[in-house]
Nanobody, 124 residues
Framework: QVQLVESGGGLVQAGGSLRLSCAASGRTFSSYSLAWFRQAPGKAREFVATITWGASNTYYADSVKGRFTISRDNAKNTVYLQMNSLEPWDTAVYYC?????????????????WGPGTQVTVSS
């Protein structure tokens, strides 16, 4: 089972950028499909973006399309989320998730490994 740890969160002004990283342990990292989710206070965890094991396919939530980019470096066992043009409604705890299943998945229940999360706060 892969273990995940996010980093890179913080406080940023609206219109700014952040890059989140998710470091994974385990020799089979490259075989996992990966994703980013987020959860704002009082709200359900929601899908942000996902990437297949070979990085050949990605999929984004409509709310972040054109602003966020997911990528991965299998040699470094790391997945990234580049976030540009951040807005206050992007404020949330951001989670990295992994699944052994091949493909692009958007539901929380599709993923069986989660990181502890990293806080992103966007001020207006």
């Amino acid at each position: 089972q892969v273990q995940l740890v996010e980093s890179g969160g913080g406080l940023v002004q609206a219109g700014g950028s952040l890059r989140l990283s998710c470091a994974a342990s385990g020799r089979t990292f490259s075989s996992y499909s990966l994703a980013w989710f987020r959860q704002a206070p009082g709200k359900a965890r929601e899908f942000v973006a996902t990437i297949t094991w070979g990085a050949s396919n990605t999929y984004y939530a409509d709310s972040v399309k054109g602003r966020f980019t997911i990528s991965r470096d299998n040699a470094k066992n790391t997945v990234y989320l580049q976030m540009n043009s951040l807005e206050p409604w992007d404020t949330a705890v951001y989670y990295c998730a992994a699944t052994r299943r091949a493909g692009l998945f958007r539901r929380v229940r599709d993923y069986d490994a989660w990181g502890p999360g990293t806080q992103v706060t966007v001020s207006s």
